[in-house]
T-cell receptor, first 109, second 116 residues
């Protein structure tokens, strides 16, 4: 079953912050975040394992709440280069990585 | 280091035909996954191969099949094409893939299939 992402789309002004949420009705073992720019292949951002681990990558960080079966991606001080579609992928303990339908993020000047 | 290569990049078929897509993973990567991408549906998992064995399969009809060769190259085949099969088919390879957690996926640019 696909994870559910929210919001479906968001428009930001450069410098603003954003949060993208990813939730699942099934128990999560790992959460994977990817970003796809228009016309390009998805690119890996980070993996979080169950245990409530929070990871960071420059101004992009994420958390994983095992109890709530959800993960959140935090984008701080957004830049134009952050524009794209963000996908969360989830596993339930095996190697099958199921992605959500994506969140379109657009950063404007 | 060469990335994931998918061929062909674009193809047009008619309903009822079949198609074979090819994927060459990054050298040394033994895990290859296939995804179907359509607007509104995101990335739908098709199957994953590791060392020539299919380890996981998504919820697609039997018309969708795949295989992996000893050099880790992979092919997927769609028989009896339907209009709804029009999509971007993405292949991804990974080097670190335990039995419980997929490693970082490196995606190819995809094969865009149009079914008329």
């Amino acid at each position: 079953q696909q994870p559910v992402q929210s919001p479906q789309a968001v428009i930001l002004r450069e410098g603003e912050d954003a949060v993208i949420n990813c939730s699942s009705s099934k128990a999560l073992y790992s959460v994977h975040w990817y970003r796809q720019k228009h016309g390009e292949a998805p690119v890996f951002l980070m993996i979080l394992l169950k245990g409530g681990e929070q990871k960071g990558h420059e101004k992009i960080s994420a958390s994983f709440n095992e109890k709530k079966q959800q993960s959140s991606l935090y984008l701080t001080a957004s830049q134009l280069s952050y524009s794209g579609t963000y996908f969360c992928g989830a596993t339930g303990g095996g190697n099958k990585l199921t992605f959500g339908t994506g969140t379109q993020l657009k950063v404007e000047l | 280091k060469a990335g994931v290569t998918q061929t062909p990049r674009y193809l047009i078929k008619t309903r009822g035909q079949q198609v074979t897509l090819s994927c060459s993973p990054i050298s040394g990567h033994r895990s290859v996954s296939w995804y179907q991408q359509t607007p509104g549906q995101g990335l739908q998992f098709l199957f994953e191969y590791f060392s020539e064995t299919q380890r996981n399969k998504g919820n697609f009809p039997g018309r969708f099949s795949g295989r992996q060769f000893s050099n880790s190259r992979s092919e997927m085949n769609v028989s009896t094409l339907e209009l709804g099969d029009s999509a971007l088919y993405l292949c991804a390879s990974s080097s670190l893939s335990t039995s419980t957690v997929p490693g970082e996926l490196f995606f190819g640019e995809g094969s865009r299939l149009t079914v008329l």
